[in-house]
């Protein structure tokens, strides 16, 4: 018994020694791991044993001063703050440091991400001996441990390259915007980036209202033909030349009544189609814009999800790359899925000059995972990912082009017929790459010919065809543009396209087209006829259109910023970047240079005056009164304006309607705007007008005003039009009052987006879930508003709407 005794009392201690040990470690904590993402904390830290913690910075904890210009210019040293939302963030980040014996720093592998940790280096107030920097370019257990095994220091030319964009971008920015605010309109902004990349959009645009087309006729005949099988065969062909006018065409058409048509020549040539290389960030938005309908910055954030759950390699890279083990690993899956004659091992080379992101293209990071867990958007864009990375590893697909010349007896041109047939499909059983051209697509198969038949025709047509001026870009060709121009980089591809949109020099929009005729001319049976064909040109869907706005402020910054706005200033401007980041240029340097040049245009341009405001354009003089028409920016947007400051009577103005723009409108539309306000006819004995205002057109009906949405024109709309939108609002604003009270005028019962509640002076009240809103009394209503005013919850105040007046 005295033994058991002693055992019990040994145990005890020994698991309270036990206790405490366990104490001194957790105060203590061994690792500390920080990334800047919580989702990828997340992630890591089920890799990672006890030893570990892993916590977030949640992206940068330092960055320039918001309303400051916060650049030395002397030094060019940016002058960093931690803001005050991260101040609480970083404290908790000191007090966790302390606790660690080591720690390690593991964000992103650009340059952001090296900036990142040097900041947390700095601010955190870490050394080099506490220290270690980690890398990897996919959140998997293997990586993480190699990146554990392989640390290395802060890359502080990466950070250097980092700094120096954003100096510059600041410079940029803040010296500039000043300028567009004194010139142009207030609020609006400028970047380097941003600025080029309106230029692009600008420029196609004025392509586009500059272009002029231009008719011909395209000639394709269909001749029949008998097959080795008994059946008829139908052979389309297409005439080697086009005629300019409609004569030629009818003319040709009319010699070959009597002509005959012979196989001249067929010739068979084996092809070979290779699929694309594995995504880069550029190409990934582009493909998942063409084929999912993700706008970039949408790619964007779902691969970044990807990302940090860890079932996507580093998203941000201009590397085509895959590593040893994924090439490995796409043998395994291809040979088991479609055979061994599928397999065929590819190393691709980055063609981008100065591709610096990461070192590994954008891959699933586990290939045996055909699908995963997520969302619809998560699982479509991993879809994508992983038929693109197979892809590159199969076999090329073999083709077989066919192509047939039939001699035309009496003419020198001939018609000819091409077709595809597919041997082996190769890697097109799994994915094939996408384009910006509607057009392209396979051939058709050929039916079997020979040289030397005698072919019947069916019929010979002459279709009149236009042609058509350059697209407008989309986010994915905008991007692939860019790219091509080496302007920005990965990780500004996406920012750069939502940023012009935000500030609203640019919009993504439709364009419904016009319809147009075009003549059809056929032979058949020996008889010519003509038809008249009509077709709808020119509509696009969600393409980026310049604004008013945006154009003037091009415009501006290319007269007086040509280095700026100059493509190959910036594309120069990138390899700088990537120089500093190997180290073989000083970052302040470069600044430095820069800003001596810049810095002194500023003032000068501040102080130039000329006659007319920036954007402003003459288009002619009114008849009536032969004062100047015009039209600029005014401050609430394109304005046109008959006479000038100078007279003695004021100019009278107008607001410039949907779909007019300062470059196309003409002096007729502008005179017309004036023509407002137009008296439709009297409704209940009240007057119905049709008016312009500062916020856009508006129906005035007594003293009542009713805005006229978009799709109306004030020009044109009648007035029944006019009284349905009346009516509409009369019923909108009686189904709005539930209950008012007459001994109480200011009080009214309404219905709002959110319930029924109390108005009363000026501020809204909410209604118990218990009450019924129109069985309530004066009293109770009082009795609600006293008890929410007493109970110390505040009352909403009563939002008011702009008149459209």
Same mark, same amino acid.
């Given at each position: 018994?005295?033994?058991f005794?002693?055992?019990?009392?040994?145990?005890?201690?020994?698991?309270?020694?036990?206790?405490?040990?366990?104490?001194?470690?957790s105060?203590?904590?061994?690792?500390?791991?920080?990334?800047?993402?919580?989702?990828?904390?997340k992630?890591?830290?089920?890799f990672?044993?006890?030893?570990?913690?892993?916590?977030?910075?949640?992206g940068?904890?330092?960055?320039?001063?918001?309303?400051?210009?916060?650049?030395?210019?002397?030094?060019?040293?940016p002058?960093?703050?931690?803001?005050?939302e991260?101040?609480?963030?970083v404290?908790?980040?000191?007090?966790?440091?302390?606790?660690?014996?080591?720690?390690?720093?593991?964000s992103?592998?650009?340059?952001?991400?090296?900036?990142?940790?040097?900041?947390?280096?700095?601010?955190?107030?870490?050394?080099?001996e506490?220290?270690?920097?980690?890398?990897?370019h996919?959140?998997?257990?293997n990586?993480?441990?190699?990146?554990?095994?392989?640390?290395?220091?802060?890359?502080?030319n990466?950070?250097?390259?980092?700094q120096?964009?954003?100096v510059?971008?600041?410079?940029?920015?803040?010296?500039?915007?000043?300028?567009?605010?004194?010139?142009?309109?207030?609020?609006?902004?400028?970047?380097?980036?941003?600025s080029?990349?309106?230029?692009l959009?600008?420029?196609?645009?004025?392509?586009?209202?500059?272009?002029?087309?231009?008719?011909?006729?395209r000639?394709?005949?269909?001749?029949?033909?008998?097959?080795?099988?008994?059946?008829?065969?139908?052979?389309?062909?297409?005439?080697?030349?086009?005629?300019?006018?409609?004569?030629?065409?009818?003319a040709?058409?009319?010699?070959?009544?009597?002509s005959?048509?012979?196989?001249?020549?067929?010739?068979?040539?084996?092809?070979?189609k290779?699929?694309?290389?594995?995504?880069?960030?550029?190409?990934?938005?582009?493909?998942a814009a063409?084929?999912?309908?993700?706008?970039?910055?949408?790619?964007?954030m779902?691969?970044?999800?990807?990302y940090?759950?860890?079932?996507?390699?580093?998203?941000?890279?201009?590397?085509?790359?895959?590593?040893?083990?994924?090439?490995?690993?796409?043998?395994?899956?291809?040979?088991?899925?479609?055979?061994?004659e599928?397999?065929?091992?590819?190393?691709y080379?980055t063609?981008?000059?100065?591709?610096?992101?990461?070192?590994?293209?954008?891959?699933?990071?586990?290939?045996s995972?055909?699908?995963i867990?997520g969302?619809?958007?998560?699982?479509?864009?991993?879809?994508l990912?992983?038929?693109?990375?197979?892809?590159s590893?199969m076999?090329?697909?073999?083709?077989?082009?066919?192509t047939?010349?039939?001699?035309?007896?009496?003419?020198?041109?001939?018609?000819?017929?091409?077709?595809?047939v597919?041997?082996?499909?190769?890697?097109?059983?799994?994915?094939?790459?996408?384009?910006?051209?509607?057009?392209?697509?396979?051939l058709?198969?050929?039916?079997?010919?020979?040289?030397?038949?005698?072919?019947?025709?069916?019929?010979?047509v002459?279709?009149?065809?236009?042609?058509?001026?350059?697209?407008?870009?989309?986010?994915?060709?905008?991007?692939?543009?860019l790219?091509?121009?080496?302007?920005?980089r990965?990780?500004?591809?996406?920012?750069?396209?939502?940023?012009?949109?935000?500030?609203?020099?640019?919009?993504?929009?439709?364009?419904?087209?016009?319809?147009?005729?075009?003549n059809?001319?056929?032979?058949?049976?020996?008889?010519?006829?003509?038809k008249?064909?009509?077709?709808?040109?020119?509509?696009?869907?969600?393409?980026?259109?310049?604004?008013?706005?945006?154009?003037?402020?091009?415009?501006?910054?290319?007269?007086y910023?040509?280095?700026i706005?100059?493509?190959?200033?910036?594309?120069?401007?990138?390899?700088?970047?990537?120089?500093?980041?190997?180290?073989?240029?000083?970052?302040a340097?470069?600044?430095?240079?820069?800003?001596?040049?810049?810095?002194?245009?500023?003032?000068?341009?501040?102080?130039?005056?000329?006659e007319?405001?920036?954007?402003?354009?003459?288009?002619?003089?009114?008849?009536?009164?032969?004062?100047?028409?015009?039209?600029?920016?005014g401050?609430?947007?394109?304005?046109?304006?008959?006479?000038?400051?100078?007279?003695?009577e004021?100019?009278?103005?107008?607001q410039?309607?949907?779909?007019?723009?300062?470059?196309?409108i003409?002096?007729?539309?502008?005179?017309?705007?004036?023509?407002?306000?137009?008296?439709?006819?009297?409704?209940?004995?009240?007057?119905?007008?049709?008016g312009? @205002? +500062?916020f &856009?057109? %508006? !129906?005035? $009906?007594?003293?009542?005003?009713?805005? =006229? /949405? #978009? *799709?109306?024109?004030?020009?044109?709309?009648?007035?029944?039009?006019?009284?349905?939108?009346?009516?509409?609002?009369?019923?909108?604003?009686?189904?709005?009052?539930?209950?008012?009270?007459?001994?109480?005028?200011?009080?009214q019962?309404?219905? @709002? +987006?959110? &319930?029924? %509640? !109390?108005? $009363?002076?000026?501020?809204n009240?909410? =209604? /118990? #879930? *218990?009450?019924?809103?129109?069985?309530?009394?004066?009293?109770?209503?009082?009795?609600?508003?006293?008890?929410?005013?007493?109970?110390g919850?505040?009352?909403?105040?009563?939002?008011?709407t702009?008149?459209?007046?």
């Amino acid at each position: 018994m005295f033994f058991f005794i002693f055992l019990v009392s040994i145990y005890g201690k020994l698991f309270y020694f036990c206790g405490k040990i366990e104490m001194c470690f957790s105060a203590m904590q061994k690792n500390l791991v920080i990334v800047e993402s919580p989702a990828k904390a997340k992630t890591i830290e089920k890799f990672l044993g006890k030893e570990y913690k892993v916590l977030s910075s949640y992206g940068h904890i330092c960055d320039l001063k918001k309303k400051e210009f916060s650049i030395n210019t002397e030094t060019f040293e940016p002058l960093y703050e931690i803001p005050a939302e991260k101040e609480k963030l970083v404290n908790s980040l000191r007090s966790e440091v302390k606790k660690a014996e080591m720690v390690w720093l593991a964000s992103d592998e650009d340059r952001e991400g090296e900036a990142i940790s040097w900041h947390l280096f700095t601010e955190l107030g870490l050394t080099p001996e506490k220290t270690k920097r980690i890398v990897f370019h996919e959140i998997t257990k293997n990586a993480i441990q190699a990146a554990i095994e392989n640390p290395r220091e802060i890359d502080i030319n990466l950070v250097y390259a980092q700094q120096a964009r954003r100096v510059l971008d600041r410079i940029v920015g803040f010296k500039l915007s000043p300028v567009l605010w004194r010139k142009v309109k207030p609020a609006l902004s400028a970047g380097r980036v941003q600025s080029v990349t309106v230029r692009l959009i600008v420029e196609r645009e004025r392509e586009i209202n500059k272009f002029v087309s231009e008719s011909g006729y395209r000639v394709t005949a269909q001749f029949e033909l008998q097959g080795e099988d008994g059946e008829n065969n139908v052979l389309n062909t297409e005439l080697s030349k086009r005629f300019k006018t409609k004569e030629e065409a009818e003319a040709f058409l009319a010699t070959c009544k009597e002509s005959t048509f012979t196989i001249e020549d067929v010739s068979t040539k084996p092809l070979k189609k290779s699929p694309a290389a594995p995504f880069t960030t550029s190409t990934l938005q582009q493909e998942a814009a063409r084929k999912l309908g993700f706008t970039v910055s949408q790619t964007m954030m779902v691969a970044q999800r990807l990302y940090e759950s860890g079932y996507i390699t580093y998203m941000r890279t201009d590397s085509v790359n895959l590593s040893s083990l994924c090439i490995g690993s796409c043998k395994e899956v291809i040979t088991e899925m479609y055979g061994k004659e599928y397999h065929k091992s590819r190393n691709y080379a980055t063609r981008t000059k100065g591709a610096q992101e990461a070192h590994e293209a954008i891959r699933p990071t586990y290939m045996s995972n055909v699908t995963i867990d997520g969302t619809v958007p998560e699982k479509r864009l991993y879809e994508l990912i992983w038929k693109r990375t197979c892809a590159s590893q199969m076999a090329d697909a073999q083709v077989e082009k066919t192509t047939v010349n039939i001699s035309i007896s009496g003419h020198a041109e001939t018609f000819v017929a091409t077709g595809e047939v597919t041997v082996f499909d190769g890697f097109i059983k799994v994915y094939r790459e996408s384009s910006d051209d509607e057009n392209t697509g396979d051939l058709p198969a050929i039916p079997a010919v020979h040289k030397g038949d005698v072919l019947t025709t069916k019929e010979i047509v002459a279709t009149e065809r236009f042609t058509q001026h350059q697209p407008r870009y989309t986010e994915a060709s905008l991007v692939r543009k860019l790219e091509e121009l080496g302007i920005g980089r990965p990780s500004t591809y996406a920012p750069t396209i939502s940023t012009i949109q935000q500030r609203g020099y640019v919009e993504k929009g439709n364009k419904t087209g016009e319809t147009r005729k075009y003549n059809i001319i056929t032979l058949k049976n020996g008889k010519i006829t003509t038809k008249e064909g009509k077709e709808t040109v020119g509509a696009e869907k969600a393409k980026l259109m310049p604004t008013d706005i945006g154009i003037v402020v091009n415009d501006f910054l290319f007269e007086y910023f040509p280095e700026i706005m100059d493509y190959n200033f910036t594309a120069t401007v990138e390899k700088e970047f990537d120089e500093i980041a190997d180290g073989k240029r000083h970052w302040a340097e470069h600044i430095s240079v820069f800003y001596k040049e810049f810095e002194p245009k500023i003032e000068d341009i501040i102080q130039t005056k000329k006659e007319h405001k920036v954007g402003e354009r003459v288009l002619g003089n009114d008849p009536a009164t032969g004062k100047p028409v015009s039209v600029k920016i005014g401050r609430f947007g394109p304005i046109v304006q008959i006479g000038s400051a100078s007279d003695e009577e004021k100019p009278r103005f107008a607001q410039m309607n949907p779909g007019q723009t300062l470059e196309t409108i003409t002096l007729e539309e502008a005179l017309g705007l004036f023509s407002l306000p137009r008296t439709l006819g009297e409704l209940d004995g009240k007057p119905v007008t049709i008016g312009a @205002g +500062r916020f &856009g057109a %508006y !129906i005035k $009906y007594g003293d009542a005003y009713v805005s =006229l /949405p #978009k *799709t109306h024109d004030p020009l044109t709309v009648t007035f029944e039009e006019a009284t349905e939108l009346i009516d509409a609002k009369k019923k909108s604003e009686a189904e709005k009052v539930i209950k008012t009270f007459d001994e109480e005028p200011e009080l009214q019962v309404l219905n @709002g +987006r959110f &319930g029924p %509640y !109390i108005a $009363y002076k000026g501020c809204n009240y909410k =209604l /118990p #879930k *218990t009450v019924t809103p129109a069985e309530l009394s004066l009293e109770e209503c009082l009795d609600i508003v006293k008890k929410q005013q007493e109970g110390g919850k505040a009352p909403a105040k009563k939002r008011y709407t702009k008149k459209s007046k």
